[in-house]
């Protein structure tokens, strides 16, 4: 069973650094099958596609270019793990945040989600 | 960027009755390399994360309902479900992952009315 656990504050104060972590069991984030991607949902709006990495002879990511000046994400292979860093964040950048799995281009499993809210 | 355009909004129906949400991408979706439409629907119930239903338009996910179905060609499908039953209460969605960015529809708000 494939499950991804997010982690990560819920409270970031403008201009600083939002960082989640999400962990995944059930299945190896290396596997060439798939992508690592990270979503957003601001309420009452779909959702936001922000990036993605994937091990293709090398990691390999893809950000969305709304956020492309300002968004890291990174794999770590002994943890089994990858991470989501948006700097210089803005209220705008409130929102639920979650991790998924994409496997022949669609989302089949996804964290539970991470309310992230950018206030002073 | 591809654009993603749901209609209705939203929209109330009574149990054991039919729903149709329609979806309109403002490009292509059609892959070729897979013979098929890179669109997909997603149910989204409060306080869940997204879950896929149908994928490549028109494939049934495991474990989901045959009372959902998937349908269209060109820029425009069709999410249909049949006899809705109250668990059925939820945002729907359309996504394309034709091009980067992954884009996805405003969603459509499904009731019972």
């Known amino acids: 069973q494939i499950q991804l656990q997010q982690s990560g504050p819920g409270l970031v104060k403008p201009s600083q650094t939002l960082s989640l972590t999400c962990a995944i069991s059930?299945?190896?984030?290396?596997?060439?099958?798939?992508?690592w991607n990270w979503i957003r949902q601001s309420p009452s709006r779909g959702p936001e596609w922000l990036g993605k990495t994937r091990y293709r002879s090398g990691w390999r990511t893809d950000y969305a270019t709304s956020v492309k000046s300002r968004i890291t994400i990174n794999a770590d292979t002994s943890k089994n793990q990858f991470s989501l860093q948006l700097t210089s964040v803005t209220p705008d950048d409130t929102a639920v945040y979650y991790c998924?799995?994409?496997?022949?281009?669609?989302?089949?499993?996804w964290g539970q989600g991470v309310l992230v809210t950018v206030s002073s | 960027d591809i654009v993603m355009t749901q209609s209705p909004d939203s929209l109330a129906v009574s149990l054991g009755e039919g729903a149709t949400i329609n979806c309109r991408s403002s490009?292509?979706?059609?892959?070729?390399?897979?013979?098929?439409?890179?669109l997909h629907w997603y149910q989204q119930k409060r306080g869940q994360p997204p879950k896929v239903l149908i994928s490549w338009a028109s494939t049934r996910e495991s474990g989901v309902p045959d009372r959902f179905s998937g349908s269209g060609s060109g820029t425009n499908f069709t999410l249909t479900i049949s006899d809705l039953q109250a668990e059925d209460v939820a945002v729907y969605y359309c996504q394309q992952y034709y091009s980067l960015p992954i884009t996805f529809g405003q969603g459509t708000r499904l009731e019972i009315k």
């Open positions: 998924a799995r994409d496997f022949r281009y669609r989302f089949d499993y």
């Open positions: 059930g299945d190896n984030i290396s596997d060439y099958d798939v992508a």
């Open positions: 490009q292509s979706v059609f892959h070729s390399s897979a013979n098929g439409y890179n």
